[in-house]
């Protein structure tokens, strides 16, 4: 997943951002304007004598007009106007640091925030994330910058905080995208219940081609689950993506033929289960024409035929299950025997021509 679709989630934000920056650089404009003009004030005033050690005393106090000394404000404007965004993020991120209580920081995270956002337009992801994260210590629900970090962490294949702050952002922003990010990080982080979570958030908002690794993941979760009908479901979505001729990128034709056989197999058995036997042998012809080794499939398809009453294809069906010497051919034995005594008054005698034109058949 690239990070196009996260520019439309982050727009919003990102020109409010813009805004306060503005904001910010008119206000320190005003105040330094002010400055100037008490000072000209100052300059027009006759000289008095004063203790030097007293005045120096003065000069370091808050002013109880601004609220911070002149120190602080030209801390403050050296960091302000440092012209990368980088640098300028860090030193603000160290003057609120230094002056937690400053009443320069509301302005100070103004100016934070859009060099957050000045880094993200330079596609700068890797100071994005240490910047966005610093920025984050101070604010730690603020959405544009939750969502800042996500991105960056994320380019940065840093699944593990990618996911401590996209979790949040998803909270408080729910999109396809972001679940999307989040399922697939999930995933490379090995942690299923939560792949499973944000994959099922996003899967029925995807294109069927976008959503089709996430079909698959959770086709095979719920296999092993045992969910047969809930991993039909998804398998189902699997084999409809690519057309007939089509294979998925990162595929061969012979590992999608696997991938088409295995699905079209639990597509057969959920239909077995719920008595669709029609939609059983259709789904489970598939799957043995493309993987003509698959005792599951064989096995189901010749209960459904039994099922619907065509013994012969039964038979047929269950002897080539028998003969694969796999799982299900133990139990595809029993009932092949079953049948074929059911349909010659108990005896087994001939049963051997239904195995030979079977063995033939799966060679």
């Not at 004598?49 to 000394?69: C, F, H, L, M, R």
């Not at 994330?129 to 994320?154: I, N, S």
């Not at 001729?245 to 991938?259: C, D, L, N, R, S």
Request: hydrophobic fraction near 35%; aromatic fraction near 12%.
């Amino acid at each position: 997943m690239n990070g196009g679709a996260f520019l439309t989630i982050l727009l919003t934000f990102l020109w409010g951002v813009s805004i306060l920056s503005q904001s910010t650089l008119a206000l320190q404009t005003q105040e330094a304007s002010g400055q100037k003009t008490e000072q000209k004030k100052e300059d027009r005033k006759e000289p008095e004598a004063v203790d030097i050690e007293d005045a120096q005393k003065e000069a370091a106090k808050p002013s109880p007009e601004v609220g911070y000394t002149k120190e602080e404000y030209d801390e403050f404007q050296k960091a302000y106007n440092l012209p990368d965004p980088k640098a300028r993020a860090g030193g603000l991120n160290q003057f609120i640091k230094t002056h937690p209580n400053s009443k320069l920081n509301e302005h100070a995270l103004g100016a934070y925030s859009a060099s957050l956002n000045q880094l993200y337009q330079q596609k700068d992801m890797a100071s994005l994330a240490t910047a966005a994260e610093g920025f984050l210590e101070f604010k730690p629900d603020d959405v544009a910058a939750l969502g800042l970090a996500t991105e960056a962490f994320y380019s940065a294949k840093d699944y593990s905080k990618a996911v401590k702050y996209g979790e949040s952002f998803y909270k408080a922003k729910p999109s396809k995208e972001v679940a999307q990010l989040l399922a697939f990080s999930f995933d490379q982080l090995k942690n299923e219940g939560k792949f499973v979570n944000y994959a099922e958030k996003c899967v029925s908002e995807l294109a069927p081609k976008d959503a089709f690794f996430y079909n698959l993941k959770l086709s095979y979760y719920y296999g092993a689950q045992k969910n047969i009908a809930k991993s039909a479901a998804y398998s189902q979505k699997v084999v409809s993506t690519y057309a007939e001729g089509e294979v998925p990128p990162g595929y061969t034709a012979a590992q999608w033929a696997q991938e088409k056989g295995r699905s079209y197999a639990i597509i057969g058995r959920s239909a077995y289960d719920r008595k669709q036997f029609g939609g059983a042998v259709a789904a489970l012809n598939n799957s043995v024409r493309y993987t003509p080794q698959n005792d599951e499939a064989y096995y189901y398809l010749g209960m459904s035929y039994w099922s619907a009453n065509d013994t012969t294809s039964a038979l047929k069906n269950l002897a080539k299950a028998a003969l694969l010497n796999k799982p299900y051919s133990k139990t595809a034995r029993a009932q092949l025997e079953a049948l074929y005594k059911g349909l010659n008054n108990g005896s087994l005698e001939g049963l051997d021509r239904v195995t030979r034109a079977a063995s033939a058949g799966t060679n």
